[in-house]
């Protein structure tokens, strides 16, 4: 048992292939947060990849020596077997993204217990990933179908994202699917625009003394990262771009970014690039000196990172998709920027340069008027802390749990 789980308590076992410290998205983060709200609630198991964690009931399981070298997602399956056999015991397996989906699916099956799914992402809405994965693509959309098709309940992180799943998978029993929305640590993530903070983010190549839109995310096609910089080519000439963006999915993607950044800082000064993942103490200050943060993404299930910039008292400018709408309150805690986008799966604009062109406009005004950004900052924060909590959604997580076991 877990050190601080409650006696004789529910045994839980979260299956992921992010946890600290290795986590490069908003997936890693909401399984960090997860386990931390339901320890008081349960006794939290945590299997994950990678290498060993010192963290009590966590057990890392890395990837077989004899598939070195193999396609990525036969690697990715055989984590999952050590990990469905490391779940013996548990009262109930939860599922993270389609690298644990396969662990989750053979560990109910095995164990006879049930299996929870949460749905970060959906793999038919991101078909670039088949650049990224070759025919892995096709082995992670098998193992996401067969997680959503056979698991007891169905986690969305937003009403957008339950509306995809049913969409995407119409197999699936719509009572089996529930909204728990991502959350927030509001002690965690807070402003910090103090002066240490303003001679940090110089040190980054940031000027707090400009007015700025901030980016972070991967560098991937969902996170419409092309497009802000498309768009930023027609922002007001003292207007700074602070791009916190890496790891990207392909050399692809990561040449047109690369391209697409250089040529902008030829037409303009206030470019700044920092191609590493910042620490929350330095992303913090980042998020709180910007006028804005953005979030151009052409898919995206809810967005931590959105409710991270808010928690930092930070006026958001959000793509009006997916779960966006749901976190960025129009007017009041930020802006949203009109898309009509194809139904190829990808998400991309029907009309790139439009949607180019009403990114612009959008940050434009939010960047004209600090006073106003300021203004929905502030409100960002409140509804950040008021409706975003993990102790709520802890709470929320163990009521999917009990409808499954019965109790």
Request: overall charge negative; proline content about 7%; hydrophobic content about 45%.
């Amino acid at each position: 048992m877990a050190d601080d789980a409650p006696a004789s308590a529910l045994r839980v076992d979260l299956l992921t292939r992010e946890y600290p410290p290795e986590v490069y998205g908003g997936a890693g983060v909401h399984v960090a947060e997860l386990a931390r709200a339901l320890r008081p609630l349960a006794d939290v198991r945590v299997q994950c990849f990678g290498a060993p964690r010192d963290e009590p009931g966590v057990t890392a399981h890395p990837e077989p020596a004899t598939l070195e070298g193999a396609n990525a997602a036969l690697r990715t399956l055989g984590v999952d077997l050590s990990m469905a056999a490391a779940t013996a015991g548990t009262d109930l397996v939860h599922s993270h993204t389609w690298y644990a989906n396969v662990a989750g699916v053979l560990a109910a099956r095995l164990h006879g217990v049930p299996h929870v799914v949460t749905a970060h992402s959906l793999e038919p809405l991101r078909p670039w990933k088949a650049e990224q994965l070759g025919g892995g693509y096709a082995v992670s959309s098998w193992a996401e179908h067969q997680a959503m098709t056979t698991a007891d309940a169905v986690v969305a992180v937003s009403a957008g994202m339950r509306a995809d799943i049913l969409r995407s998978y119409p197999e699936v029993d719509p009572a089996r699917v529930h909204v728990v929305h991502n959350g927030i640590d509001a002690a965690d993530w807070r402003r910090d625009d103090s002066d240490a903070a303003r001679e940090h983010v110089r040190t980054l190549g940031m000027d707090p003394d400009r007015p700025s839109v901030v980016f972070v995310g991967r560098i991937t096609r969902q996170k419409g990262l092309p497009h802000l910089l498309r768009a930023a080519a027609a922002l007001p000439p003292e207007v700074q771009l602070v791009l916190c963006a890496g790891a990207p999915d392909t050399p692809e993607i990561a040449a047109e970014v690369d391209g697409l950044t250089a040529e902008l800082a030829q037409q303009r000064d206030g470019v700044v690039r920092i191609d590493r993942m910042l620490p929350r103490a330095e992303l913090c200050q980042v998020l709180s000196l910007a006028t804005v943060f953005v979030c151009p993404s052409v898919y995206e299930p809810l967005g931590i990172v959105n409710l991270e910039a808010m928690a930092c008292g930070t006026a958001v400018v959000g793509t009006a998709t997916g779960g966006i709408p749901e976190v960025v309150d129009d007017g009041r805690t930020g802006w949203l920027v009109p898309i009509e986008q194809v139904d190829d799966g990808t998400g991309a604009p029907v009309d790139p340069e439009r949607f180019a062109a009403d990114l612009a406009a959008v940050l434009t005004e939010a960047t004209s008027d600090p006073a106003e950004a300021r203004r929905r900052g502030e409100a960002g924060r409140e509804r950040a802390v008021a409706e975003f909590s993990w102790d709520a959604i802890g709470e929320r997580t163990l009521e999917v749990y009990r409808s499954v076991l019965g109790g």
